[in-house]
């Protein structure tokens, strides 16, 4: 057995009249992300690490930015998506795990929630997700709240 090991990165400002989205859900919040889709920093870091695993680039290549297909899309049809990729160049998702970086709103209610709604979409098993959350301490522009950030970790399988 083949595995590979990726990881992702992202983060997106935060702003006021939009609503918020991580892991796959909506998050009761004042403020939301600032992006192209619906910005969900969770789902795009775990895009790249799952990309990045297959060394079939990133998200901004197969989902740009500047096509109005991706904008305002769920960001799981860009998980889905991702995963189809990986099938087909022959790959199966074994784990991921997803740390996201926010001072405000405190992320623990919403954890299982996320755990599910990835599994889901990733079509692996819950015990197969994990997700985190922390803080920065109010240091940086986490702290500051001006945006929220996410890294994820993700193995794959050669099948």
Do not use: W
């Not at 600032?34 to 990045?52: E, K, N, P, T």
């Not at 901004?60 to 189809?84: A, Q």
Request: hydrophobic residues 45%; aromatic residues 6%; proline residues 2%.
């Amino acid at each position: 057995m083949k595995i590979k090991v990726g990881f992702g990165y992202d983060v997106h400002r935060l702003v006021q009249g939009r609503a918020l989205f991580l892991g796959g859900i909506r998050i009761e919040h004042s403020h939301g992300l600032l992006g192209h889709s619906d910005a969900d920093v969770a789902i795009h870091a775990i895009c790249d690490a799952l990309l990045g695993a297959a060394s079939l680039r990133d998200i901004g290549y197969h989902f740009p930015d500047n096509s109005s297909d991706f904008e305002n899309i769920d960001s799981k049809i860009l998980l889905r998506r991702t995963v189809d990729l990986l099938q087909q160049n022959g790959f199966a998702v074994g784990n991921v795990d997803c740390t996201i970086c926010a001072e405000r709103p405190k992320l623990k209610d919403y954890i299982e929630p996320m755990r599910e709604c990835l599994a889901a979409t990733l079509g692996i098993a819950v015990d197969d997700v994990s997700v985190k959350a922390t803080t920065t301490e109010k240091l940086g522009f986490v702290g500051h709240e001006e945006g929220i950030a996410a890294y994820a970790v993700a193995l794959i399988e050669k099948i």
